[in-house]
């Protein structure tokens, strides 16, 4: 797709916001608004009993508390990895040995550049670092299948919590 | 979570975008960039083969064609069932009978109020309407099987094609 000309609106602490005009394959121009985000990354953590960890807070665009899988925006040239390692420590105060990835996504890709890698570990070792300042996190950890039953009645909503829980049940070969 | 001020820095055609102060339960002040977004629905739509119907088209968040489940914006006043259902015939040419709610998720609650409203329907009729002027979409069919493979080999990397197959798998009992 070829962009024709683009607008910078806004740059901010987590997001850009840019207009491109875009020309179709049948020539035309469109409109489409996008904003340019730094990526992710998300982990999956069970512990020796098989319970996931989550972390549990406030999300402005759900205008309410969500459970979660821990999760945070990569920083300037940090590998993915790294910051799973990092942000495991910040958000429930433990550090994965092995990582395995679960591959990754995008989240909204018509309009947000995110992307969201995914690790799973089952191999934790208890050494925290402080919580970013502005972040208050409840952690919670439930039996995986409980928290599989959270997606079915739809009291997880939050979609790399959802992929995450799904592709390691699928890939555990557990029936639930 | 109390909001301290507001600050609208762009209404565009699918996104507006603000930055509120809020006030955090220590006391502190934090800047949250929010995306407001009108909503969406997305549908897994499987043929008497099981064929799950399945749409490719440029993204401009991920700079190329993603695989998608078929899915659009909610327009105002719209149902998200009315939605699922010119949906699917705008972007497959077929009206589902019993459609099924699969839940629903927030792609990115941190900065983007988008919820994404998912259904399940095995009931299709041939019924086409004519396409958005804007979109070019080519529809594929696969196997559900086949489906489930490009999730894991990271070729399906759309959030809600993932979270919609994989919830049907579940659902289903299908052992992949």
Do not use: W
């Amino acid at each position: 797709m070829q962009i024709n000309h683009s607008k910078q609106i806004f740059s901010g602490k987590v997001v850009k916001l840019a207009v491109h005009e875009i020309r179709l394959p049948d020539g035309n121009l469109a409109v489409r608004e996008l904003i340019e985000h730094p990526g992710a990354v998300a982990v999956v953590a069970l512990d020796s009993q098989q319970n996931v960890m989550l972390v549990r807070q406030f999300r402005i665009g759900a205008n309410r508390e969500l459970y979660e899988i821990p999760a945070g925006l990569l920083e300037a040239g940090e590998t993915p990895e790294a910051c799973a390692r990092r942000e495991l420590r910040e958000e429930i105060g433990y550090e994965p040995g092995r990582l395995e990835s679960l591959g990754g996504f995008f989240p909204a890709a018509g309009y947000t550049t995110e992307y969201i890698h995914l690790y799973f570990t089952r191999d934790l070792i208890y050494s925290p670092l402080a919580q970013d300042r502005d972040e208050f996190i409840e952690v919670v950890r439930l039996p995986l299948p409980e928290a599989v039953r959270l997606i079915e009645q739809g009291e997880i909503v939050d979609s790399k919590t959802i992929i995450g829980l799904l592709k390691v049940v699928h890939q555990l070969g557990l029936r639930i």
